[in-house]
């Protein structure tokens, strides 16, 4: 796995659940992480609230880790390392990222966003620039590898049998995977430049689109990473793999070709979200279960609805609320801010309901609070069940300072403030 760039280091003090608790009383609960990923969601997973340990309120298990941060003498952070039932120290790494947007860009985009006065498109635009590119707002970090596809970005010509892709999807037009870099930098600039030219023609070729984007771009690039594909489309599909359809014209299309597809990219590592815009209704059946087989279904959603698997924005009364929200919890899942579980010595298994997260730097020391309630800025959430995750405003912390290093001390109480010292 690639090192990250700005060289923090993870201590890892780890206890294990075959083992008893040191520091805190058995809880009496099974320390479960929450409903499981459903299939192919693999390590990437959702943010989960862990009952069971302490911070629950002890009311129907609900968590009541609420996020925030604190600052720690040594003796109290020596206390949080000494608390761990086996001390383990090594050099660790966050979880590179390669991001793929594939990005419906079809006449009917230009239809008026619920809840705004702006097209689809307008809003979709501003989201994009916004959470990618740092638009008035921070983007996406630089160590995160970007491509972008826009589809079709040209006026289609279709046929009733297959023919080159550049007859219904401008590829050319497609950027290619890259670290996106600092601020003002060439390849955040040239996605940005991407973004604002992209063009509304008629012809949804989702297939076509999505199938470049993966065989082109992602499972080439060299990377030790995780990879992951995003599809934003309003509707159906009306053109098939081949800028092809049947009756010679534009008109939806089976949509499970493409189910297949994402399929196949999650049989070879690529995880696929789904964003349905407005007008996509029709298509959220199929979406859904694309989801769970792309691996981002979040846990307890129904592949039937109403709480499908995928990021369904049709019925947000604020199309461009829920869009940067989605937008935003995407960013979180791919920022280098994640930290993967180490493989445990002896075949143990990791009590994830149980971790202490620490920032260091220059003898100063921080606790960052576990937050369980969703949106966060300072704190983290445990992602998957084998991630911790920093929220924005924590990350952003230890991006912007290389010597900063993160203590992940597992197997006993985690704090919702310093320890007291006896």
């Given at each position: 796995m690639l090192k990250r760039s700005l060289g923090v280091l993870v201590v890892l003090g780890m206890a294990f659940a075959a083992l008893p608790g040191c520091g805190d009383s058995d809880s009496g609960e099974e320390g479960g992480t929450g409903a499981a990923p459903p299939l192919g969601r693999g390590g990437m997973g959702p943010i989960i609230g862990v009952g069971g340990s302490v911070g629950s309120s002890g009311a129907g298990g609900k968590s009541s880790f609420d996020g925030g941060t604190a600052p720690l003498t040594d003796d109290q952070f020596e206390l949080i390392q000494n608390d761990s039932c086996a001390g383990w120290v090594a050099e660790g790494e966050s979880v590179p990222s390669l991001l793929q947007l594939v990005v419906d860009v079809s006449s009917s985009m230009s239809a008026r966003a619920p809840g705004t006065n702006e097209s689809k498109w307008e809003v979709t635009r501003d989201a994009l620039l916004e959470a990618v590119v740092g638009v008035n707002g921070s983007g996406l970090p630089a160590s995160v590898s970007v491509g972008l596809l826009?589809?079709?970005n040209k006026r289609a010509e279709v046929r009733e049998t297959p023919q080159d892709i550049s007859a219904c999807v401008d590829t050319d037009a497609r950027v290619p995977i890259a670290l996106l870099g600092p601020e003002n930098g060439s390849h955040r600039e040239r996605i940005r430049e991407a973004i604002e030219d992209a063009e509304l023609e008629q012809s949804t070729p989702t297939h076509d689109a999505y199938r470049h984007a993966l065989e082109e771009a992602v499972l080439p690039a060299s990377f030790d990473g995780e990879k992951f594909m995003l599809l934003i489309t309003d509707g159906a599909p009306t053109v098939a793999l081949g800028c092809s359809n049947p009756a010679g014209r534009i008109q939806d299309v089976d949509p499970d070709p493409i189910v297949d597809e994402i399929r196949r990219a999650a049989e070879a590592g690529v995880k696929t979200f789904l964003i349905g815009s407005p007008g996509?209704?029709?298509?959220?059946?199929?979406m859904s279960y694309a989801a769970v087989l792309g691996g981002t279904a979040p846990p307890g959603c129904d592949v039937d609805g109403p709480d499908y698997c995928h990021m369904d924005m049709t019925t947000a009364p604020n199309f461009s609320a829920a869009l940067r929200a989605g937008l935003s919890e995407i960013v979180g899942l791919v920022s280098p801010c994640r930290f993967a579980f180490a493989e445990p010595p002896n075949n143990q298994e990791i009590d994830a309901g149980k971790i202490n997260v620490v920032l260091s730097n220059g003898g100063q020391h921080t606790l960052v609070i576990r937050d369980d309630q969703g949106d966060c800025s300072e704190g983290w959430q445990l992602a998957g069940?084998?991630?911790?995750?920093?929220?924005?405003?924590?990350?952003?912390?230890?991006?912007?300072d290389p010597s900063m290093t993160v203590t992940l001390a597992f197997g006993c109480r985690s704090y919702t403030e310093p320890p007291i010292i006896e």
């Open positions: 826009f589809y079709p996509s209704e029709p298509n959220r059946d199929w069940g084998n991630e911790v995750l920093l929220c924005p405003d924590t990350c952003e912390r230890v991006q912007s």
